[in-house]
T-cell receptor, first 113, second 112 residues
């Protein structure tokens, strides 16, 4: 049963610290997405990759957020330095492109104190 | 500017009755729509989809209706079951784009 995995599931950190979230997409999927869920904004797209190439990161605060795909089995989202307003649930999803459903991981719940 | 709107944050129905979740969109370039279901502490899971060339798609207890002229779609669940209690997200693809645009979700509670 193929699924997207994310680590860690929960992260509590202090303001100013670096946070790294990891995602293993489903093997064979060529698109990977990072979303953030907040009460106010719902599910916001932060960045996405096709065949490991970054295509759109317009949803990310670029001064502190960065997203990479060092290989086909790993996507990372980093926040440096973290701020309390970054507290949210971060989801990774993978898919096969346009008109195909995206499969979501369980999320990383981030709390920045 | 929300391009996909779910105007009801919550909905409560009795077990066995019909649940109707609504979604409106503003972008006429959207041409494929999906519904996702999300339980607490889990990621959203795909439920059902519909292409803009259709006006209805059915899968078991779930039916999605699309009214392109009104830029409106709805998800019908019949009969509703307590296990359907979750947050439902409406989402849309825009003409060839790989990006999904999500609504803010509607929390459905099905009471036994």
């Amino acid at each position: 049963d193929a699924r997207v995995t994310q680590t860690p599931r929960h992260k509590v950190t202090e303001m100013g610290q670096e946070v790294t979230m990891r995602c293993q997409p489903i093997l064979g999927h060529n698109t990977v997405f990072w979303y953030r869920q907040t009460m106010m904004q719902g599910l916001e797209l932060l960045a996405y990759f096709r065949n490991r190439a970054p295509l759109d990161d317009s949803g990310m605060p670029k001064d502190r957020f960065s997203a990479e795909m060092p290989d086909a089995t790993l996507a990372t989202l980093k926040i440096q330095p973290s701020e309390p307003r970054d507290s949210a649930v971060y989801f990774c999803a993978s898919g096969r492109g346009t008109y195909n459903e995206q499969f979501f991981g369980p999320g990383t719940r981030l709390t920045v104190l | 500017d929300q391009q996909v709107k779910q105007n009801s944050p919550s909905l409560s129905v009795q077990e066995g009755r019909i649940s109707i979740l609504n979604c409106d969109y503003t972008n006429s370039m959207f041409d494929y729509f999906l519904w996702y279901k999300k339980y607490p502490a889990e990621g959203p899971t795909f439920l059902i989809s519909i292409s803009s060339i259709k006006d209805k798609n059915e899968d078991g207890r779930f039916t999605v209706f699309l009214n392109k002229s009104a830029k409106h779609l709805s998800l019908h669940i019949v009969p509703s079951q307590p296990g359907d209690s979750a947050v439902y997200f409406c989402a849309a693809f825009q003409g060839g784009s790989e990006k999904l645009v999500f609504g803010k979700g509607t929390k459905l509670t099905v009471n036994p």
